[in-house]
């Protein structure tokens, strides 16, 4: 069975979610607590694995989207993690990795940063998202 593309729904999702956690991270400059945006009929909804670690957490949030109602068209879970880029050493990336309903695999993304190290020093992004290739679709096929 040949894998549909990934719709504009599920992009705007991911980018949305990348989005809402550089805020935060740059707002914040704490340690990105993982969360879940998904989609329904009612609109773009926002969990957070809220843990003892931020391991629990994503692990939290990704049950509750293997429990999320057959109304959820997609879904992103987001996390603070690294890439390593060929050539360079590893970075700190927001991790995005999402799916739709009905698709056999879905996609993840990363926003690479620089995060504050010292009092003075500021938050920042750095470059443009990357595609790391598909992920797993909580919601089933």
Known sequence: MRRRLQSSDLNTLLFQALDYAVENLRDCGRPLVPFLLY?????????????????????????????????VTCYVVVYDGYITIPGQAKCDAIIAEGAERGSTGGLRLAQRYRPRSGLFSRFSVVGNPVLLGEAENLLGG
């Open 39 to 71: 989609r329904d009929e009612n609109g773009t909804r926002l969990e957070r694995g809220v843990a003892e670690t931020l391991e629990e957490g994503l692990e939290n949030c990704r049950a509750v989207v293997r429990d999320l109602p057959s109304s």
